[in-house]
Protein backbone atom coordinates (compact mmCIF):
# COMPACT_ATOMS: atom_id res chain seq x y z
CA UNK A 1 0.00 0.00 0.00
CA UNK A 2 1.38 3.14 -0.92
CA UNK A 3 1.14 6.53 2.07
CA UNK A 4 2.79 9.89 1.59
CA UNK A 5 5.20 10.80 3.43
CA UNK A 6 2.80 13.26 5.73
CA UNK A 7 0.87 10.23 6.82
CA UNK A 8 4.09 8.14 7.33
CA UNK A 9 5.24 10.98 9.86
CA UNK A 10 1.24 10.74 11.47
CA UNK A 11 1.81 6.84 12.06
CA UNK A 12 5.16 7.01 13.30
CA UNK A 13 3.88 9.94 15.68
CA UNK A 14 0.82 7.58 16.98
CA UNK A 15 2.79 4.38 16.82
CA UNK A 16 6.22 6.10 19.34
CA UNK A 17 2.87 7.13 21.62
CA UNK A 18 3.25 10.80 20.79
CA UNK A 19 0.12 12.49 21.72
CA UNK A 20 0.96 16.02 20.96
CA UNK A 21 2.61 17.73 18.48
CA UNK A 22 3.57 21.60 19.50
CA UNK A 23 4.37 23.70 16.22
CA UNK A 24 3.44 27.70 14.55
CA UNK A 25 2.18 26.34 11.03
CA UNK A 26 3.09 27.60 7.90
CA UNK A 27 2.57 26.65 4.21
CA UNK A 28 6.06 24.82 4.01
CA UNK A 29 4.46 22.33 7.25
CA UNK A 30 0.95 21.78 5.51
CA UNK A 31 0.90 18.80 3.90
CA UNK A 32 2.21 17.52 7.40
CA UNK A 33 -0.94 19.75 9.54
CA UNK A 34 -3.51 18.23 6.97
CA UNK A 35 -2.37 14.84 7.87
CA UNK A 36 -2.85 14.93 11.96
CA UNK A 37 -6.30 16.60 10.84
CA UNK A 38 -8.17 13.42 11.34
CA UNK A 39 -6.75 11.96 13.86
CA UNK A 40 -8.28 12.67 17.08
CA UNK A 41 -5.93 11.28 19.49
CA UNK A 42 -2.91 13.48 17.90
CA UNK A 43 -3.28 16.89 19.13
CA UNK A 44 -1.33 20.01 16.92
CA UNK A 45 -0.54 22.19 19.87
CA UNK A 46 -0.15 25.77 17.73
CA UNK A 47 1.62 28.15 19.78
CA UNK A 48 1.85 32.02 19.63
CA UNK A 49 6.27 31.37 19.32
CA UNK A 50 8.37 28.94 18.08
CA UNK A 51 10.64 28.71 20.86
CA UNK A 52 7.75 28.07 23.25
CA UNK A 53 7.04 24.82 20.96
CA UNK A 54 10.77 23.83 21.57
CA UNK A 55 10.24 24.45 25.27
CA UNK A 56 6.74 22.37 25.35
CA UNK A 57 7.83 20.00 23.63
CA UNK A 58 10.94 19.27 25.94
CA UNK A 59 8.79 20.20 28.83
CA UNK A 60 6.24 17.45 27.69
CA UNK A 61 9.34 14.78 26.96
CA UNK A 62 10.60 15.53 30.40
CA UNK A 63 7.73 15.11 32.42
CA UNK A 64 6.44 11.93 31.09
CA UNK A 65 9.88 10.74 30.44
CA UNK A 66 8.90 9.62 26.92
CA UNK A 67 9.25 11.84 23.03
CA UNK A 68 8.19 15.17 22.77
CA UNK A 69 7.76 16.46 19.05
CA UNK A 70 7.86 19.78 17.72
CA UNK A 71 7.45 21.27 14.31
CA UNK A 72 7.46 24.93 12.51
CA UNK A 73 7.55 25.98 8.99
CA UNK A 74 10.89 26.27 6.84
CA UNK A 75 13.03 29.32 7.56
CA UNK A 76 12.14 31.34 10.12
CA UNK A 77 10.00 28.80 11.75
CA UNK A 78 12.54 26.70 11.85
CA UNK A 79 15.51 29.06 13.39
CA UNK A 80 13.17 30.14 15.97
CA UNK A 81 13.15 26.50 17.65
CA UNK A 82 16.82 26.43 17.89
CA UNK A 83 17.48 28.05 21.44
CA UNK A 84 14.54 25.69 22.72
CA UNK A 85 16.28 22.92 21.55
CA UNK A 86 19.87 24.09 22.26
CA UNK A 87 18.57 23.69 25.72
CA UNK A 88 17.41 19.96 25.04
CA UNK A 89 20.53 19.10 23.87
CA UNK A 90 22.34 20.38 26.95
CA UNK A 91 19.97 18.89 29.35
CA UNK A 92 19.95 15.61 27.68
CA UNK A 93 15.95 15.52 26.59
CA UNK A 94 14.62 13.38 23.83
CA UNK A 95 13.15 15.70 21.52
CA UNK A 96 12.40 14.91 17.89
CA UNK A 97 11.99 18.76 15.55
CA UNK A 98 10.20 17.79 12.17
CA UNK A 99 11.07 20.67 10.22
CA UNK A 100 9.68 21.87 6.99
CA UNK A 101 12.28 22.74 4.34
CA UNK A 102 11.94 24.42 0.71
CA UNK A 103 10.65 22.30 -2.12
CA UNK A 104 14.36 20.33 -3.82
CA UNK A 105 13.80 22.29 -6.68
CA UNK A 106 14.37 25.52 -4.62
CA UNK A 107 17.90 24.25 -2.57
CA UNK A 108 20.83 26.16 -3.07
CA UNK A 109 19.20 29.25 -4.57
CA UNK A 110 21.00 31.01 -1.08
CA UNK A 111 19.77 34.08 0.24
CA UNK A 112 17.71 34.84 -3.54
CA UNK A 113 15.45 32.23 -2.20
CA UNK A 114 11.95 32.63 0.21
CA UNK A 115 13.16 31.15 3.12
CA UNK A 116 16.00 29.01 2.69
CA UNK A 117 19.00 28.83 5.17
CA UNK A 118 20.75 25.84 6.07
CA UNK A 119 19.12 24.69 8.81
CA UNK A 120 20.03 21.28 9.46
CA UNK A 121 23.97 22.77 9.40
CA UNK A 122 22.49 24.93 12.14
CA UNK A 123 21.01 22.41 14.10
CA UNK A 124 24.11 19.74 13.84
CA UNK A 125 25.75 21.41 16.77
CA UNK A 126 22.73 21.08 19.30
CA UNK A 127 21.76 17.84 18.36
CA UNK A 128 22.53 13.98 18.27
CA UNK A 129 21.77 13.28 14.82
CA UNK A 130 20.60 16.34 12.61
CA UNK A 131 19.15 14.84 8.94
CA UNK A 132 17.18 16.20 6.19
CA UNK A 133 15.85 13.89 3.74
CA UNK A 134 16.80 13.53 0.37
CA UNK A 135 14.52 11.59 -0.94
CA UNK A 136 11.13 10.43 -0.18
CA UNK A 137 12.33 6.39 0.04
CA UNK A 138 14.63 8.01 2.74
CA UNK A 139 11.98 8.28 5.32
CA UNK A 140 10.99 5.20 7.20
CA UNK A 141 14.52 4.51 8.02
CA UNK A 142 15.34 7.83 8.79
CA UNK A 143 11.83 8.11 11.63
CA UNK A 144 12.91 4.63 13.37
CA UNK A 145 16.71 6.30 13.38
CA UNK A 146 15.20 9.45 14.98
CA UNK A 147 13.67 7.91 17.71
CA UNK A 148 16.43 6.05 18.64
CA UNK A 149 18.71 8.54 19.03
CA UNK A 150 16.18 10.92 21.04
CA UNK A 151 15.54 7.91 23.38
CA UNK A 152 17.58 5.64 24.13
CA UNK A 153 21.15 5.82 25.84
CA UNK A 154 21.66 9.30 26.19
CA UNK A 155 18.95 11.11 25.31
CA UNK A 156 18.91 14.43 23.34
CA UNK A 157 17.01 16.01 20.08
CA UNK A 158 17.00 14.97 16.81
CA UNK A 159 16.55 17.12 14.28
CA UNK A 160 14.84 15.87 10.86
CA UNK A 161 14.31 18.48 8.21
CA UNK A 162 11.29 17.05 5.53
CA UNK A 163 11.39 19.34 2.21
CA UNK A 164 8.15 20.16 0.79
CA UNK A 165 7.57 18.39 -1.53
CA UNK A 166 8.96 15.29 0.19
CA UNK A 167 6.03 15.31 2.22
CA UNK A 168 3.84 14.66 -0.40
CA UNK A 169 5.37 12.20 -1.84
CA UNK A 170 4.18 8.82 -2.21
CA UNK A 171 6.30 5.52 -0.67
CA UNK A 172 5.26 2.25 0.07
CA UNK A 173 3.73 1.68 3.43
CA UNK A 174 6.07 0.11 5.61
CA UNK A 175 4.87 -3.35 7.46
CA UNK A 176 3.90 -3.63 11.58
CA UNK A 177 7.13 -3.82 13.36
CA UNK A 178 8.52 -1.20 11.60
CA UNK A 179 9.53 1.20 14.40
CA UNK A 180 11.11 -1.57 17.02
CA UNK A 181 13.29 0.41 19.38
CA UNK A 182 16.77 -0.73 19.40
CA UNK A 183 17.76 -2.22 23.04
CA UNK A 184 20.76 -0.48 24.20
CA UNK A 185 20.96 -1.06 27.86
CA UNK A 186 24.41 -1.48 28.68
CA UNK A 187 25.24 -4.52 31.18
CA UNK A 188 27.84 -3.80 33.59
CA UNK A 189 30.81 -5.46 34.00
CA UNK A 190 30.84 -7.59 36.74
CA UNK A 191 34.08 -7.90 38.00
CA UNK A 192 33.98 -3.61 37.81
CA UNK A 193 30.49 -3.55 39.81
CA UNK A 194 32.60 -6.39 42.46
CA UNK A 195 35.11 -4.08 43.11
CA UNK A 196 32.83 -0.60 43.64
CA UNK A 197 30.48 -2.49 46.06
CA UNK A 198 33.96 -3.15 48.04
CA UNK A 199 34.70 0.16 47.96
CA UNK A 200 31.44 1.39 48.66
CA UNK A 201 31.13 -0.59 51.46
CA UNK A 202 34.66 0.18 52.89
CA UNK A 203 34.40 3.84 52.73
CA UNK A 204 33.82 5.91 55.68
CA UNK A 205 31.62 8.64 54.63
CA UNK A 206 30.61 8.06 50.49
CA UNK A 207 27.95 10.56 49.04
CA UNK A 208 26.34 9.95 45.88
CA UNK A 209 25.43 12.46 43.61
CA UNK A 210 22.77 11.51 41.14
CA UNK A 211 22.16 13.11 37.93
CA UNK A 212 20.01 13.05 34.42
CA UNK A 213 21.01 8.99 34.13
CA UNK A 214 19.07 8.18 37.34
CA UNK A 215 15.98 10.02 36.18
CA UNK A 216 15.92 8.68 32.55
CA UNK A 217 16.28 5.17 33.34
CA UNK A 218 13.83 5.73 36.12
CA UNK A 219 15.92 4.38 38.92
CA UNK A 220 14.99 6.85 41.62
CA UNK A 221 13.57 3.81 43.68
CA UNK A 222 16.96 1.86 43.54
CA UNK A 223 18.68 5.81 44.53
CA UNK A 224 17.22 5.42 47.72
CA UNK A 225 17.19 1.77 48.35
CA UNK A 226 21.32 2.01 47.90
CA UNK A 227 21.78 5.02 49.91
CA UNK A 228 19.62 3.38 52.46
CA UNK A 229 21.80 0.08 52.37
CA UNK A 230 25.06 2.33 52.79
CA UNK A 231 23.89 4.92 54.66
CA UNK A 232 25.09 7.46 52.67
CA UNK A 233 23.92 11.17 52.21
CA UNK A 234 23.31 11.72 48.18
CA UNK A 235 22.49 15.10 46.59
CA UNK A 236 21.46 16.19 43.34
CA UNK A 237 22.82 17.54 39.98
CA UNK A 238 21.34 21.16 39.76
CA UNK A 239 19.48 20.30 37.01
CA UNK A 240 17.68 17.35 38.70
CA UNK A 241 16.39 19.55 42.03
CA UNK A 242 13.63 16.93 43.91
CA UNK A 243 14.78 13.77 41.82
CA UNK A 244 13.68 11.92 45.46
CA UNK A 245 11.74 14.11 47.58
CA UNK A 246 14.68 17.07 49.41
CA UNK A 247 12.89 15.88 52.80
CA UNK A 248 14.52 12.36 52.76
CA UNK A 249 16.44 12.00 55.64
CA UNK A 250 19.82 11.37 53.58
CA UNK A 251 18.58 13.72 50.72
CA UNK A 252 21.41 17.00 50.51
CA UNK A 253 18.83 18.42 48.02
CA UNK A 254 20.66 19.44 45.15
CA UNK A 255 24.78 20.13 45.29
CA UNK A 256 26.40 23.22 43.79
CA UNK A 257 24.69 26.18 42.57
CA UNK A 258 21.44 26.07 44.11
CA UNK A 259 22.57 23.95 47.31
CA UNK A 260 21.49 24.68 50.71
CA UNK A 261 23.87 26.01 52.79
CA UNK A 262 25.25 22.64 54.14
CA UNK A 263 25.19 20.67 51.69
CA UNK A 264 28.29 21.18 49.89
CA UNK A 265 30.17 20.23 52.77
CA UNK A 266 29.31 16.90 53.02
CA UNK A 267 30.57 16.44 49.55
CA UNK A 268 34.21 18.39 50.49
CA UNK A 269 34.16 15.68 53.70
CA UNK A 270 33.46 12.58 51.30
CA UNK A 271 36.02 10.01 50.73
CA UNK A 272 34.09 8.27 47.90
CA UNK A 273 31.87 9.74 45.65
CA UNK A 274 29.97 8.18 43.51
CA UNK A 275 28.40 9.42 40.58
CA UNK A 276 25.56 8.39 38.70
CA UNK A 277 24.77 10.12 35.16
CA UNK A 278 26.01 13.33 35.85
CA UNK A 279 28.12 15.41 33.52
CA UNK A 280 30.08 17.46 36.23
CA UNK A 281 28.56 20.51 35.31
CA UNK A 282 29.66 24.00 35.90
CA UNK A 283 26.86 23.99 38.16
CA UNK A 284 27.35 21.10 39.91
CA UNK A 285 30.94 21.95 40.72
CA UNK A 286 30.72 26.19 41.27
CA UNK A 287 33.27 26.19 38.21
CA UNK A 288 35.19 22.90 37.77
CA UNK A 289 37.06 23.45 40.85
CA UNK A 290 37.28 21.97 44.33
CA UNK A 291 34.44 24.45 46.06
CA UNK A 292 31.94 20.54 45.69
CA UNK A 293 34.24 18.01 44.62
CA UNK A 294 36.88 17.40 46.80
CA UNK A 295 40.54 17.41 45.43
CA UNK A 296 41.80 13.99 45.07
CA UNK A 297 38.46 11.97 45.72
CA UNK A 298 38.30 8.84 44.58
CA UNK A 299 35.55 9.13 42.19
CA UNK A 300 33.63 6.21 41.02
CA UNK A 301 31.37 7.36 38.07
CA UNK A 302 28.61 5.78 35.68
CA UNK A 303 27.50 6.98 32.72
CA UNK A 304 25.83 5.41 29.16
CA UNK A 305 27.60 8.16 27.62
CA UNK A 306 31.79 6.90 27.05
CA UNK A 307 32.73 10.36 26.50
CA UNK A 308 31.42 11.66 30.10
CA UNK A 309 33.80 8.78 31.92
CA UNK A 310 36.50 11.06 33.39
CA UNK A 311 35.95 13.96 31.71
CA UNK A 312 36.16 16.91 33.83
CA UNK A 313 37.11 14.93 37.02
CA UNK A 314 39.23 11.80 37.07
CA UNK A 315 37.43 8.75 37.53
CA UNK A 316 38.55 6.63 39.88
CA UNK A 317 36.55 3.92 38.29
CA UNK A 318 34.56 3.89 35.49
CA UNK A 319 31.65 2.39 34.43
CA UNK A 320 29.75 2.53 31.17
CA UNK A 321 26.41 1.37 31.16
CA UNK A 322 22.97 2.59 32.24
CA UNK A 323 22.29 4.17 35.34
CA UNK A 324 19.49 1.65 36.54
CA UNK A 325 21.92 -1.55 35.54
CA UNK A 326 24.89 0.24 38.02
CA UNK A 327 22.47 0.46 40.53
CA UNK A 328 20.26 -2.83 40.72
CA UNK A 329 24.13 -4.44 40.10
CA UNK A 330 25.35 -2.94 43.46
CA UNK A 331 21.97 -3.36 45.34
CA UNK A 332 21.95 -7.28 44.47
CA UNK A 333 25.89 -7.03 46.27
CA UNK A 334 25.30 -5.41 49.05
CA UNK A 335 22.24 -7.49 50.22
CA UNK A 336 24.19 -10.32 49.09
CA UNK A 337 26.89 -9.55 51.31
CA UNK A 338 24.70 -8.60 54.05
CA UNK A 339 25.28 -5.33 54.28
CA UNK A 340 23.70 -2.53 56.17
CA UNK A 341 25.56 0.40 57.33
CA UNK A 342 25.32 3.03 59.90
CA UNK A 343 26.65 6.67 60.30
CA UNK A 344 24.36 7.93 62.94
CA UNK A 345 26.68 10.96 63.42
CA UNK A 346 26.31 12.05 59.76
CA UNK A 347 22.72 11.22 59.99
CA UNK A 348 22.28 13.58 62.78
CA UNK A 349 24.58 16.29 61.65
CA UNK A 350 22.23 16.09 58.52
CA UNK A 351 18.95 15.90 60.04
CA UNK A 352 20.04 19.07 62.63
CA UNK A 353 21.25 20.87 59.20
CA UNK A 354 18.06 20.57 57.55
CA UNK A 355 16.02 21.68 60.98
CA UNK A 356 17.91 24.75 60.87
CA UNK A 357 17.40 25.56 57.54
CA UNK A 358 13.15 24.41 57.58
CA UNK A 359 12.90 26.93 60.58
CA UNK A 360 15.13 29.54 59.10
CA UNK A 361 12.10 29.73 56.41
CA UNK A 362 9.36 29.48 58.54
CA UNK A 363 10.61 32.16 60.38
CA UNK A 364 10.03 34.52 58.11
CA UNK A 365 6.36 35.57 59.42
CA UNK A 366 4.29 36.52 56.93
CA UNK A 367 2.75 39.43 59.36
CA UNK A 368 4.03 42.88 60.12
CA UNK A 369 7.35 41.41 57.67
CA UNK A 370 6.80 44.77 55.40
CA UNK A 371 7.31 44.08 51.68
CA UNK A 372 7.23 40.15 50.61
CA UNK A 373 10.49 38.99 50.21
CA UNK A 374 11.88 35.47 48.52
CA UNK A 375 11.26 33.09 51.69
CA UNK A 376 7.69 34.63 52.20
CA UNK A 377 8.01 32.36 48.60
CA UNK A 378 9.40 29.22 49.47
CA UNK A 379 7.21 29.20 53.06
CA UNK A 380 4.32 30.05 50.73
CA UNK A 381 4.90 27.20 48.26
CA UNK A 382 6.10 24.81 50.84
CA UNK A 383 2.75 25.56 53.30
CA UNK A 384 -0.14 25.31 49.88
CA UNK A 385 1.34 22.19 48.65
CA UNK A 386 2.18 20.44 51.90
CA UNK A 387 -0.66 21.45 54.06
CA UNK A 388 -3.50 20.09 51.58
CA UNK A 389 -0.93 17.65 50.14
CA UNK A 390 -1.33 19.00 46.94
CA UNK A 391 0.49 17.37 44.25
CA UNK A 392 1.59 20.31 41.92
CA UNK A 393 5.11 20.36 40.14
CA UNK A 394 6.91 23.25 40.68
CA UNK A 395 8.74 24.95 37.27
CA UNK A 396 11.34 28.24 38.34
CA UNK A 397 12.49 30.70 35.40
CA UNK A 398 14.07 33.76 35.51
CA UNK A 399 16.25 34.97 37.85
CA UNK A 400 13.86 33.21 40.36
CA UNK A 401 15.30 29.97 39.38
CA UNK A 402 17.60 31.20 41.33
CA UNK A 403 14.79 32.02 44.38
CA UNK A 404 13.47 28.63 43.93
CA UNK A 405 17.05 26.90 44.84
CA UNK A 406 16.20 27.69 48.31
CA UNK A 407 12.53 25.86 48.71
CA UNK A 408 13.02 22.30 49.75
CA UNK A 409 11.47 20.15 46.99
CA UNK A 410 8.81 17.46 48.00
CA UNK A 411 9.17 16.57 44.60
CA UNK A 412 10.99 16.76 41.14
CA UNK A 413 11.32 20.87 40.54
CA UNK A 414 11.68 22.28 36.67
CA UNK A 415 13.80 25.09 35.37
CA UNK A 416 16.46 25.73 32.42
CA UNK A 417 19.03 23.63 34.30
CA UNK A 418 22.53 24.41 32.60
CA UNK A 419 20.91 26.76 29.77
CA UNK A 420 20.25 29.00 32.02
CA UNK A 421 17.43 30.62 29.91
CA UNK A 422 14.74 32.92 30.82
CA UNK A 423 11.91 32.76 29.11
CA UNK A 424 11.12 29.38 29.79
CA UNK A 425 8.87 28.89 32.79
CA UNK A 426 5.23 29.55 31.01
CA UNK A 427 6.18 27.65 28.09
CA UNK A 428 7.36 24.62 30.22
CA UNK A 429 4.67 24.89 32.39
CA UNK A 430 2.18 24.25 29.39
CA UNK A 431 3.94 21.05 28.34
CA UNK A 432 4.12 19.95 31.89
CA UNK A 433 0.64 20.36 32.35
CA UNK A 434 -0.13 18.14 29.18
CA UNK A 435 1.97 16.19 30.64
CA UNK A 436 -0.26 15.51 33.88
CA UNK A 437 -3.32 16.60 33.52
CA UNK A 438 -4.13 15.80 36.60
CA UNK A 439 -1.32 17.98 38.53
CA UNK A 440 -1.94 21.42 38.87
CA UNK A 441 1.79 23.36 37.98
CA UNK A 442 3.14 26.13 39.78
CA UNK A 443 5.12 28.17 37.99
CA UNK A 444 7.27 30.96 39.83
CA UNK A 445 8.51 33.39 37.40
CA UNK A 446 10.88 36.48 37.17
CA UNK A 447 8.77 39.33 35.73
CA UNK A 448 11.51 39.77 33.06
CA UNK A 449 11.41 36.26 32.21
CA UNK A 450 8.07 35.88 31.84
CA UNK A 451 7.54 39.21 29.66
CA UNK A 452 9.56 37.04 27.15
CA UNK A 453 6.47 34.44 26.87
CA UNK A 454 3.89 36.50 27.82
CA UNK A 455 2.34 35.81 24.42
CA UNK A 456 1.79 32.17 25.91
CA UNK A 457 -0.97 33.24 28.19
CA UNK A 458 -2.71 32.31 24.53
CA UNK A 459 -1.98 28.81 24.45
CA UNK A 460 -2.79 28.21 28.58
CA UNK A 461 -6.15 29.87 27.80
CA UNK A 462 -7.13 28.25 25.06
CA UNK A 463 -6.31 24.67 26.62
CA UNK A 464 -7.77 25.68 29.63
CA UNK A 465 -4.77 24.78 31.50
CA UNK A 466 -4.68 24.27 35.25
CA UNK A 467 -1.24 26.63 35.90
CA UNK A 468 -0.81 28.80 38.83
CA UNK A 469 1.36 31.90 36.81
CA UNK A 470 3.57 33.34 40.10
CA UNK A 471 5.37 36.16 38.86
CA UNK A 472 7.79 37.77 41.48
CA UNK A 473 7.40 41.25 40.09
CA UNK A 474 10.16 43.97 40.82
CA UNK A 475 9.86 45.90 37.32
CA UNK A 476 13.48 44.77 36.66
CA UNK A 477 15.72 42.33 35.77
CA UNK A 478 16.55 42.28 38.97
CA UNK A 479 19.57 40.19 39.68
CA UNK A 480 21.27 41.79 37.04
CA UNK A 481 20.23 45.18 38.16
CA UNK A 482 21.41 44.22 41.77
CA UNK A 483 24.38 43.68 40.49
CA UNK A 484 24.93 46.93 38.53
CA UNK A 485 24.18 48.37 41.42
CA UNK A 486 26.61 46.57 43.35
CA UNK A 487 29.73 46.41 41.16
CA UNK A 488 29.12 48.99 39.04
CA UNK A 489 28.72 51.95 40.95
CA UNK A 490 25.16 52.13 40.43
CA UNK A 491 25.21 52.73 36.83
CA UNK A 492 21.95 50.98 35.66
CA UNK A 493 21.44 50.28 32.27
CA UNK A 494 19.42 47.84 30.41
CA UNK A 495 17.67 46.35 33.07
CA UNK A 496 14.82 48.41 34.48
CA UNK A 497 11.58 47.08 32.91
CA UNK A 498 8.42 49.00 31.61
CA UNK A 499 6.18 46.66 32.36
CA UNK A 500 2.17 46.39 31.68
CA UNK A 501 -0.06 46.04 33.96
CA UNK A 502 0.18 42.41 34.21
CA UNK A 503 -3.76 41.76 35.71
CA UNK A 504 -4.94 43.21 32.65
CA UNK A 505 -2.67 41.23 30.13
CA UNK A 506 -4.09 38.49 31.53
CA UNK A 507 -7.62 39.66 31.95
CA UNK A 508 -7.04 40.48 28.25
CA UNK A 509 -6.58 36.45 27.45
CA UNK A 510 -9.72 35.79 29.54
CA UNK A 511 -7.37 34.57 32.31
CA UNK A 512 -7.55 35.91 36.37
CA UNK A 513 -4.90 37.85 37.21
CA UNK A 514 -4.78 39.12 41.05
CA UNK A 515 -2.17 41.58 42.50
CA UNK A 516 -0.41 40.26 45.84
CA UNK A 517 1.35 43.06 47.27
CA UNK A 518 0.92 42.27 51.19
CA UNK A 519 2.90 39.03 52.63
CA UNK A 520 -0.23 37.99 54.23
CA UNK A 521 -1.88 37.71 51.27
CA UNK A 522 0.55 35.42 49.71
CA UNK A 523 -0.62 31.90 51.32
CA UNK A 524 -4.04 32.35 50.59
CA UNK A 525 -3.81 33.45 47.14
CA UNK A 526 -1.33 30.69 46.40
CA UNK A 527 -3.27 28.13 47.69
CA UNK A 528 -6.83 29.30 46.04
CA UNK A 529 -4.82 28.94 42.72
CA UNK A 530 -3.41 25.50 43.11
CA UNK A 531 -7.27 24.54 43.59
CA UNK A 532 -8.38 26.81 41.00
CA UNK A 533 -8.42 24.14 38.10
CA UNK A 534 -7.60 26.52 35.37
CA UNK A 535 -4.81 29.13 34.24
CA UNK A 536 -4.32 32.39 37.18
CA UNK A 537 -1.58 35.07 37.06
CA UNK A 538 -0.40 36.41 40.11
CA UNK A 539 1.40 39.20 40.17
CA UNK A 540 3.81 38.91 43.26
CA UNK A 541 5.00 42.14 44.54
CA UNK A 542 8.48 41.19 45.59
CA UNK A 543 10.99 43.94 45.40
CA UNK A 544 14.81 43.69 44.88
CA UNK A 545 17.23 42.16 47.77
CA UNK A 546 20.33 42.10 48.26
CA UNK A 547 21.02 46.07 47.54
C1 LIG B 1 17.35 34.15 27.00
C2 LIG B 1 18.21 34.86 28.00
N1 LIG B 1 18.48 36.18 27.84
C3 LIG B 1 19.22 36.83 28.77
C4 LIG B 1 19.71 36.17 29.86
C5 LIG B 1 20.52 36.92 30.91
N2 LIG B 1 19.72 37.03 32.15
C6 LIG B 1 19.92 36.23 33.20
S1 LIG B 1 18.91 36.57 34.50
C7 LIG B 1 18.17 37.82 33.64
C8 LIG B 1 17.12 38.66 34.28
C9 LIG B 1 15.96 37.89 34.79
O1 LIG B 1 15.01 38.83 35.26
P1 LIG B 1 13.67 38.37 35.92
O2 LIG B 1 13.13 37.20 35.21
O3 LIG B 1 12.81 39.55 36.07
O4 LIG B 1 14.15 37.83 37.33
P2 LIG B 1 14.67 38.67 38.60
O5 LIG B 1 16.16 38.61 38.57
O6 LIG B 1 14.14 40.06 38.50
O7 LIG B 1 14.10 37.89 39.75
C10 LIG B 1 18.72 37.96 32.37
C11 LIG B 1 18.31 38.99 31.38
C12 LIG B 1 19.41 34.79 29.98
N3 LIG B 1 19.83 34.06 31.01
N4 LIG B 1 18.64 34.17 29.06
MG1 LIG C 1 12.42 40.78 37.67
Known sequence: MKISVASLIVRFLK????????????????????????????????VMHELSAAYMAAAYAKGTRTLGV??????????????????????????????????????????????????????????????????????????????????????????????????????EAPGSGWLTKVATIEEPAPAVLDQAAEELQKASAPVIIAGGGIYWSRAEEELRELAELLSAPFGTTPSHKGLISEDHPLSLGVLGF?????????????????????????????????????????????????????????AHLPILCDAKAALRGLIGRLRKGKVQKENISRLDKLKTEKNNWHEKIFAHAYEGQGPINQWHVYRALKEAIGEDAIDAIVV????????????????????????????????????LSLAFPSRPVACVTGDGSFMLESQELATAAAFKLPISIIVIRNDAYGNMKRDQI?????????????????????????????????AEALLPAVKRALVLHKPILLDVVCPIEGI
Open 70 to 171: CTASAGAGVTNLLTGIAYAYKESIPVIVLAADVSRNHVGKGASSWHEIPQREMFEPVTKLSVTLENAEQAVGTLLRALNEATTARRGPVYVGIPRDIQEQEI
Open 396 to 431: GAGGTAELIRRFVAPSYVYHSGEMRAIGFGVSTAIG
Open 258 to 314: GAFPFANSFCLDSDLILAVGVTFSEGLTLGYGDKVIPTKANIIQVDSDPRELGKIYP
Open 486 to 518: KHYGGRVIGTDLHLPDLCALAGSYGIEGKRVAE
Open 15 to 46: EAGVPYVFGLSGHSIFPITDALYAEPNLRFVP
